[in-house]
């Protein structure tokens, strides 16, 4: 129930920002008054332990009590209550849900909402027959007072229009009595949603289709995570992008005092830039990138967790509090890096993922285990995480649903089997090496265990002197087709934003959104089924420089194809999205082709060429859609830059 994917800023705003000048995200033109709606309890009953086949649907009251209820040794009693919600707008922001319950009595007492996962009807339900129901509470309320309405937030339980049931508990030995719908004066449980209207039905945005809403992406059981990598927030310094951290010290060859000159710089791409803004302004950038993931169809980031003292720590607690404060449903899955915390003892690093788990924007399963997905799990053994996890459960009362991600999952794998809710690994970045992706999933599968796929666009490591031939947008989509194809249970995208190896899916100065458009086609495909083209796109992707091209800066390590890759390629790649067939143009460094391209999703390429690039969509001598890259190609770069750019007719 939160506002689809938005057409952030406009297509000129976007290549300004492309080409380095600072674009903010425009804010509402007005405040949005909040709407309130309340449904009033379609059945409620409660049922009680001590009198297991009895009926209490003439009831007017609702008791819940805890197995010792009035000293009994079977004493239990729970609460039932149904709602039917409707009306809630898809594109819904701000959504709040609470259940809302009436006391009839005075009491110091808990009582805790868990959703229903079995069927049931007020008429025939006792204790023998009643609906199972979560392990896990979504809400709790301590204290009630007779005749005053206590409020339940059940938010994470509520995803949008729909038939909702909530299993009342308690732990007490004393009963809290609250008014059923049956008692006069319509005081029986209630469910109030508050929200504001998001932007209305999406026509003709960015997208290609309408990407569905995020109720329906969240209502899926696949998963999509995109990985974050925190030394590379939306600013290090809150300055103008012009003249901020990234572009004085990585982006410039001789930045952080020449440390990068042998490579050319650390990094060939950096985030959107943006101008300075007042207050917490890292926290305020990460709720930006929340919104942005939010927006691109993600349910969550998968955060690198380098260190448990340093400023990588703080961000990664700052990340937790961005989720919260923006969207709770949206999750973060701990992600401990055995690099990073290769010194920090099991004790120590299970109090610090104890205090994250206290978010509730923090992943957990359906049955409240929480997960932790190490990268390079292989990095300590299986037997230290079996241990740990024992730690974590006695010392801290968290259980925890390991899904290793390893380097190398079919030497791991079996080691890590007894102790793994499900697996993953880092994978590869070029189409050679993501050609055949099913026999992972199905290793796992066949073992009991969830998947975790990775999808990913490209690899170029300046520093380390070795790169990935992705194939312009080859790469993504093998790895998408191996996801879908091979049934992933979860997908992670790497990375959100690891612009040292140039796998950066995040809005960045050289691609925009351009990435995340197109992984949010494959994105639903995965999730819902591929959804029908609505609109036409064309999208360019090509390198700035042959692969083989010197650079005039005294550059003296040059990145090297990885063993195993796909050949190096000098292409241009024009990708649509088409609603019918339809005569593409294409001109690279003043060399003008053509060819039909068939409705649907179709990859052409071209040769890369000095200059610039740019492709037309016509049908007739109407032009559909047309998309000019902003990045010009030359023989002769500065530094050698092999990170592929992207551009789209959408924005």
Known sequence: MLNRYRALPAAAAMLAALAGTAVAVPAQASAVAPVTVTFAATEDVFVSQAEPAKSFATATWLSVCGTECGSAAAGQRVGLTRFKVTGIP???????????????RTTDTTVSARPVTGSWTEAAT?????????AAAVASHTGFTAGTTAKLDV????????TYAFALTGADATATVLMSSRET????????VTYTEGGGKQTDG????????????????????AHYFTPYPVSLDNQAPASDYYARNYLKPDGESGKHAAYGGLLRDRPLGRDPIAGDYALADFKTEVRQAVAAGLDGFTVDILSITSAHWTRVQNLIKAAEAVDPGFKIVLMPDTNGLASVDSAAFATAMAKLAASKSVYRLADNRLVVAPFKAEGRSAAWWADWMRTMETQHGIKVALVPCFLDFNKYRDAFASISYGFSNWGNRNPAANSALGGNIDRAHDMGKIWMQPVSIQDERPNQGVFDEAGNTENLRATWKGAIDGKADWVQLTTWNDYSENTQFAPSRNAGWTYLDINAYYLTCHKLGCPKITNDAAYLTHRVQPVAAQPTFAQTKLMKLRGG???????VEVLTM???????????????QSYDAPAGVSARTFPLRTGTASATVTRGTATA??????????????VQDLHYRAASSER
Do not use: C, H, Q
């Not at 859609?625 to 500065?638: E, F, L, Q």
């Open 565 to 571: 890759s796909t050949a190096a390629r000098d292409t």
């Open 185 to 192: 004066g319509n005081r029986g449980p209630k469910l109030t």
């Open 578 to 592: 088409l609603t019918a067939a339809a005569k593409v143009s294409v001109t690279i460094g003043g060399t003008a």
């Open 126 to 134: 006792t204790w023998n027959t009643r609906p199972g129901f979560a």
């Open 90 to 104: 898809e594109d819904a922001e701000d959504v709040k849900v609470t259940l809302d319950v009436v006391s009839a």
């Open 625 to 638: 859609a047309k998309v000019v890259s902003p990045y010009p190609v030359t023989a002769t770069p500065n």
């Open 155 to 162: 938010s994470d339980a509520v995803t949008g229009d729909g």
């Open 206 to 225: 960015p997208l290609p289709f309408v990407l569905p809403g995020t109720a329906a992406l969240r209502g899926s059981a696949k998963k999509v995570f």
